[in-house]
């Protein structure tokens, strides 16, 4: 698979990047990936970082629950929202059982995780994360793949409850 996209024109604007996922050296390869694309469109540094944080989640969630997968990343314009990054982490690998058990931090997809039995490293907070960090989330699945869609903001709209964040 070519690396990520590293032009800024205009013919890059609308393609996609993907990363492959299927060893721990390809998370790198998909923060990397997301750092860059994020400083293209002029998120601050702390923005970037989060994005990273999100890639990382739902790549180690490819790792520990899917077969195989990838990371693709997206420059997205919401005539609405404005300018954001759309990733979406698509694997091949069981559904969720349950995807409102698996939003809550300290459990997993099937109810609470024991702390005494924290199997696969984890420890119930990644997609809770990953939602609180992007301002769109979906879940995708379908039969024996599933695939997860989230979208952050250059500028993050004010959810309800919330003051404004950059």
Request: aromatic share 6%; net charge positive; proline share 8%.
């Amino acid at each position: 698979m070519p690396p990520p996209s590293s032009g800024t024109g205009e013919a890059d604007r609308d393609r996609s990047r993907r990363v492959a996922v299927r060893d721990p050296l390809d998370v790198f390869v998909a923060r990397w990936a997301v750092l860059r694309l994020a400083r293209e469109i002029g998120f601050s540094t702390t923005a970037g970082h989060e994005l990273a944080i999100v890639v990382s989640e739902l790549s180690t969630n490819i790792l520990k629950y899917g077969v195989r997968g990838e990371i693709e990343l997206r420059r997205v314009e919401d005539h609405a929202a404005g300018v954001g990054i759309t990733i979406v982490a698509h694997d091949e690998g069981p559904p969720l059982a349950s995807l409102e058990a698996a939003m809550r931090d300290g459990w997993g997809d099937r109810g609470p995780i024991d702390p005494a039995i924290l199997r696969r490293g984890g420890i119930g907070a990644g997609l809770g994360a990953v939602e609180r960090l992007t301002d769109r989330f979906e879940y995708l699945p379908d039969g024996a793949r599933k695939a997860f869609r989230v979208t952050r903001f250059l500028h993050r709209p004010r959810r309800p409850g919330t003051s404004p964040t950059p």
